[in-house]
């Protein structure tokens, strides 16, 4: 399944909610420290609705749903299309990728991974084969034949412990009990049972969902996995020359006969029994201890009528099952209870959640004496319930039958230690109990409080509260946006004549700058004359209003494009331009905010940053809280307009009178910056983009950002208050300085949370300059004004991704293929002559190695081939390079030394390593072990492959050395 050749689908009902829709559906992101707080949150969460969105993407928390998607096989696990790539005949899939990247941290992973077919990774009919050829050593009855053996186990384990009246259950009962009867069950000697345990345990962490964790236990995984594996191979081996009466046996003839398992398939079968029967097993055990230990009465309960122990084990499944989530993907457009899922979609199905909402009454307490039942999910539903449902069930009937005999009454000594949250399966990790001779004999009081791990636990609700107002807010917004974005068009369309009043304001204070330029430079030196210049034309624009703020920030981001002494002018554009008076503002400020401007307490008239459309002042409201003030400049509005509209009638003559202007794309730049200062002009829109980037950024949790929370009461379409960002700009930080490896982790914080926000969730802060980023103490990055927003939807984004993983990977078609879906060249052009025909795929190239006459003629080509094919500069392509000009010229001054090859290597791997698995299912990228992944930087940077090093210093130099070749006359002989 190639999902790079599937279009992004709409729903065709406009009742339907589409999932990909900004505030569709109720956002979530609470943290949780404990297991009684995930009962809090979760109770609430239900409550807003059967699917909301997290950080991680849609989370399915209804019964009727999870089943409903678990039992539609249009619905694939995602380990299965993670394995349909891998068996895809143009390769292998990004997996392999991401452990080359992880090579570069971690010697000892290995360069690619085999990625064994299982019950787990396939689906369809050949899940249905590998499930036959097992299904009938898992059936209830076979289970049973093995529940005295079980007892037997358990009562042996439980002997000493009792004797000793205290124990770590976890070490002592819990681990060494499931090994041995999965041992049995398949023919394996159960003496090797801690070889078993610590595979389990080491392997089995690679689900943790903290990737960054799981990226540095690679190298103990891989060696746990290779150990296993050549025990497994010595098994298979054995059975092969002496077949027993056991599963095992049974597995190896099936390699030889019409089920024809190959030896792939039967090596991962035999792993996945082994493991899977050994750590779900033993952690639902521990949690079932855990939660009768803080439930006293019900383990009395127990004792007093065993025939109640199925009723227990059911119950802790549903209350704290040791599997709490799964996932799926889309293969097709689903539409589930009036909610369109598009295909590609993956989901976060919460299992746990969906018992405990589905229960009856108080399905979020536990109780063994219910009298309606408890339907869970714990095991899963459809085609990939689990196989071992009877076995565990089984062990865990007989494992609590063995403890209630034995252990009168029992009693928590220390907190119970729970596995991180983040684990895929959940347990206690230290359980240390005393054993009571009855009830009675409790020291404490009936529970000791501070040991309590298992029972719901209040939380806040204000967080949830809150974030269903900014659902609301997120959703006027996508409405507005829309609308103001189908207006657009009308706006910019091409006027028979300009407006004749605009053009000769500005005409004058243009030619005034500059006369006045004239008279008083001439006596100065040309340095100086140039920056008295800059100065004039600078403060000209400024008057002009927005569109030439913007047109002169857009300079000072092109460091050797432009004179340095015109960049350093246009840089004071981005955040020190020319404040309005304090008359002139707060007729805005009062205007607005009416009689909620009562609220502001006090307020500094000095403004603490000034650009094109608004300006910030410090204030404090009555209620105590510090905050700053975004006010929107009177009149801009009406200049904007006319400033679009003589933008409009020029950018068509500059196509037709400069034919190479056709490569910028005058007209799709008209109109992104209509749509960008249009949406900035409505700070409602600003605040709904806030919130959107903060959603975005917050899904990667090893990253801190600091964002400006808004007074949502105290916010209209020209009035923001909100809390301040601490710490100082990254501008004034370039003046003090830093150190290399704090400006590292800043640009590869920025670089990561831009792309992931444009390629991933199709959403990304527009405005990168130094102005609007900041530096906390603590360490936090700060974010201001989100006015500028970019946005990539649905075939937009997919097109952009396969650009960037390509760019990441060297592979020129991916490259060419993703902007050429973006728009760059026409539907019809063919990308291999477009890669042969600009040799693209051309290594080991430095263009300052051509003489000047060879340069030219290579640039000249260049041009020329590029207008034949018809190719553009794609609209969303603009706004993420001028954002990334903007961090690599602050960068630049910050860190003129640091190597730009390795932090691209740095920010590929953790790419990867966060998002190879998403990749893989959107588009099908598929990668092989020996890509290299500088090629295509390379070829950018127009570095030959013998160079290990590039810096900002060294890249400014090699840009300076290609300008100092573009003097006029080698640009006439290029454009002529």
């Known amino acids: ?53 997290t950080p991680a993407g849609p989370l399915v928390v209804g019964y009727k749903q999870i089943k409903t998607i678990l039992r539609n096989p249009e619905w694939i696990s995602l380990l299965s299309s993670f394995s349909m790539l891998d068996q895809m005949e143009d390769g292998g899939p990004d997996l392999n990728k991401m452990l080359e990247q992880a090579q570069r941290i971690i010697p000892e992973v290995p360069s690619t991974v085999q990625m064994r077919p299982n019950v787990l990774s396939v689906e369809g009919e050949d899940h249905k084969r590998l499930r036959r050829l097992v299904n009938s050593s898992f059936t209830s009855g076979n289970t049973n034949r093995h529940r005295g053996f079980m007892r037997e186990h358990a009562m042996n384990l439980l002997h000493n412990i009792t004797e000793n009246k205290k124990a770590e259950m976890v070490s002592e009962f819990c681990r060494p009990y499931p090994v041995p009867v999965i041992c049995r069950i398949l023919g394996v ?113 127990l004792r007093q009528d065993p025939s109640l122990v199925p009723a227990a084990v059911e119950e802790s499944l549903r209350y704290i099952s040791a599997v709490r989530t799964t996932g799926r993907l889309a293969s097709k457009d689903q539409t589930i209870d009036g909610v369109f899922f598009p295909a590609g979609s993956t989901v976060l199905l919460g299992l746990h959640a969906g018992g405990l909402s589905e229960a009856e009454e108080q399905g979020y307490d536990f109780n063994i004496l219910r009298e309606s039942g408890c339907p869970h999910l714990a095991f899963g539903s459809g085609s990939h319930h689990c196989l071992g449902a009877s076995l565990a069930r089984a062990e865990l009937q007989e494992a609590l039958s063995a403890f209630i005999e034995m252990v009168p009454a029992y009693e928590l000594i220390s907190p119970v230690s729970w596995k991180p949250l983040s684990m895929g399966i959940w347990g206690p990790s230290k359980l240390e109990i005393q054993i009571l001779d009855n009830p009675k004999s409790r020291t404490a009081t009936p529970v000791d409080e501070k040991y309590i791990s298992t029972l719901k636990t209040p939380v806040h609700n204000t967080e949830i509260a809150y974030s269903s107002e900014i659902d609301q807010w997120v959703r006027e917004a996508a409405a507005s946006r829309k609308a103001l974005r189908g207006s657009i068009p009308d706006l910019i369309r091409k006027p028979k004549f300009p407006p004749v009043g605009r053009l000769i304001v500005t005409v004058f204070r243009f030619s005034r700058a500059y006369i006045g330029w004239k008279l008083k430079s001439r006596k100065m030196k040309p340095e100086t004359r140039n920056e008295l210049l800059y100065a004039r034309l600078r403060r000209a624009a400024e008057l002009q209003g927005p569109t030439y703020v913007k047109l002169a920030q857009l300079i000072s981001a092109a460091e050797g494009v432009f004179p340095e002494a015109l960049v ?35 307020l500094d008239q000095t403004p603490i940053a000034s650009a094109s459309i608004a300006q910030v002042h410090e204030a404090k409201l009555i209620d105590g809280s510090d905050v700053v003030i975004k006010i929107q400049r009177p009149g801009i509005r009406r200049k904007v307009t006319n400033d679009l509209k003589v933008m409009a009638w020029v950018a068509p003559k500059l196509v037709g009178k400069i034919p190479v202007a056709a490569l910028a794309n005058p007209p799709a730049l008209v109109e992104l910056f209509a749509e960008t200062i249009c949406e900035e002009l409505d700070f409602k829109l600003e605040v709904a983009n806030l919130y959107e980037i903060e959603r975005v950024l917050s899904a990667n949790q090893k990253q801190d950002w600091e964002i400006p929370h808004p007074v949502l009461s105290l916010v209209t379409e020209r009035v923001i208050v909100m809390s301040k960002v601490s710490g100082h700009s990254l501008g004034e930080a370039i003046v003090s300085g830093i150190e290399p490896e704090k400006s590292s982790s800043i640009f590869r914080q920025m670089v990561e949370g831009l792309l992931e926000g444009a390629v991933i969730h199709g959403v990304f802060h527009g405005d990168f300059h130094a102005g609007n980023v900041f530096l906390s103490p603590s360490g936090k990055i700060g974010l201001v004004d989100f006015g500028i927003t970019g946005r990539l939807e649905g075939d937009r984004r997919l097109a952009f991704l396969r650009y960037v993983v390509g760019l990441m990977t060297g592979d020129v078609e991916s490259q060419v293929g993703g902007i050429k879906d973006l728009g760059a060249f026409p539907v019809d052009s063919d990308i291999g002559q477009i890669i042969s025909e600009f040799q693209l795929e051309r290594n080991d190239f430095d263009p300052l190695d051509l003489s000047e006459e060879e340069f ?80 295509a930087f390379r070829r950018v940077a127009g570095i030959r492959d013998n160079v290990s090093t590039l810096t900002w210093k060294e890249l400014g130099e090699r840009r300076s050395s290609i300008i100092e070749r573009m003097d006029r006359r080698s640009i006439r002989k290029i454009i002529d």
Request: charged share 25%; proline share 3%; with cysteine.
């Open 856 to 935: 030219i003629d290579e640039f000249r080509n260049l041009i020329k081939g590029l207008l034949a094919e018809g190719a553009r500069i794609p609209k969303e392509l603009m706004l993420f390079v001028k954002n990334f000009a903007y961090l690599s010229s602050v960068m630049q001054e910050l860190d003129p030394e640091m190597d730009l090859l390795q932090e691209f290597l740095e920010v590929a791997a953790s790419f990867f390593g966060k998002n190879g698995v998403r990749v893989a299912t959107e588009i099908g990228f598929s990668l092989s072990a020996d890509d290299v992944s500088d090629v």
């Open 189 to 301: 000697d159960d003496s090797d049972w801690e070889l078993f345990d610590e595979w389990a345990d080491i392997i089995f962490s690679a689900l943790d969902a903290d990737i960054e964790s799981v990226i540095g236990r690679l190298s103990e995984i891989t060696r746990a996995q290779r150990e296993l594996d050549s025990y497994v191979q010595n098994l298979i081996a054995k059975r092969v020359a002496s077949p027993e009466g056991d599963l095992l046996t049974d597995l190896v003839q099936s390699h030889y006969n019409e089920d024809q398992l190959s030896h792939d398939e039967l090596s991962a079968m035999v792993e996945a029994i082994l493991l899977a029967g050994t750590d779900t097993t033993r952690n639902q055990l521990g949690a079932l201890l855990a939660v009768l230990a803080d439930h006293p009465e019900q383990y009395e309960a």
């Open 568 to 602: 350093s002018e246009c840089k004071k554009c981005r955040d020190q331009v020319s404040p309005d008076s304090w008359k002139r503002i707060s007729k805005v400020l009062e205007g607005e905010l009416g009689p909620d401007f009562s609220q502001v307490n006090v």
């Open 1 to 53: 399944m190639n999902m790079s050749s599937q279009k992004t689908s709409h729903p065709t009902s406009t009742n339907l909610i589409n999932i990909s829709e900004p505030g569709s559906i109720p956002y979530v992101d609470i943290t949780t420290s404990n297991f009684g707080e995930i009962l809090s949150v979760t109770k609430d969460i239900a409550e807003k609705g059967w699917v909301v969105m």
